[in-house]
């Protein structure tokens, strides 16, 4: 069965460290994969997706994330992280099959002064 | 830009109430989505709808239906709420369907049934 894992719930790093939030994913096919981002208050906004290609992905403010087949994983990545990336951030794999998301539980993140 | 609109961000309720979350997007999308976020499951899908007036069951059906009446709008529905329905409501509308089109999320209705 598809699946997500996200295997940190919380994660904290000061202002201007680097990044790297985990997603290893279940699925028996080329996946679809998605990095959404959650901040207070508000909806989900798709940070980044990949479908093919290139397996190092852009994304918009600044964040990025490599497919990697041979770990199922799909780790997003940012070098140098602000205050206002304090949020929830969901990883996704899509069902080209039944046309569906699966996310991830969600990893919150706390960025220190 | 994109404006998908949920009509309440904070609602009570009562344990046998019928409830009714509504979803609104502006950009004509066709496919319409009601997710249901819980604190250490992520999002899990409740109900989907390809057009209007038509339906497809998501991964957590049980106790819940829509309407899709016109195109804009999305109702979820709750016939007689239960305490376990408390959640985060997410309301979701992507232009042409399939997995590779950008869904884009409304902010979220938080509802409590006591």
């Known amino acids: 069965a598809q699946s997500v894992t996200q295997p940190d719930i919380h994660i904290t790093v000061s202002e201007g460290a680097s990044l790297e939030l985990r997603c290893n994913y279940s699925y028996g096919a080329t996946p679809y994969l998605f990095w959404y981002v959650q901040s207070p208050g508000q909806g989900l906004q798709l940070l980044l997706k990949y479908f093919s290609g290139d397996t190092l992905v852009q994304g918009i403010k600044g964040f990025e994330a490599e497919f990697k087949r041979s770990q199922s994983s799909f780790n997003l990545r940012k070098p140098s992280v602000h205050w206002s990336d304090a949020a929830e951030y969901f990883c996704?794999?899509?069902?080209?099959?039944?046309?569906?998301?699966?996310f991830g539980s969600g990893t919150k993140l706390n960025v220190k002064p | 830009d994109v404006k998908v609109t949920q009509s309440s961000r904070y609602l009570v309720k009562r344990t046998g109430e019928k409830v009714f979350l509504e979803c609104v997007q502006d950009?004509?999308?066709?496919?319409m989505f009601w997710y249901r976020q819980d604190p250490g499951l992520g999002l899990r899908l409740i109900y989907f709808?390809?057009?209007?007036?038509?339906?497809e069951k998501g991964d957590i059906p049980e106790g819940y239906s829509v309407s899709r009446e016109k195109k804009e709008r999305f109702s979820l529905i709750l016939e007689s709420a239960s305490t376990n329905q408390t959640s985060m409501y997410l309301c979701a509308s992507s232009a042409v369907g399939g997995i590779t089109d950008t869904q884009y999320f409304g902010p979220g209705t938080r509802l409590t049934v006591l």
């Open positions: 996704a794999v899509g069902d080209h099959n039944f046309n569906k998301f699966y």
């Open positions: 709808s390809y057009d209007v007036k038509m339906k």
């Open positions: 950009m004509d999308h066709e496919n």
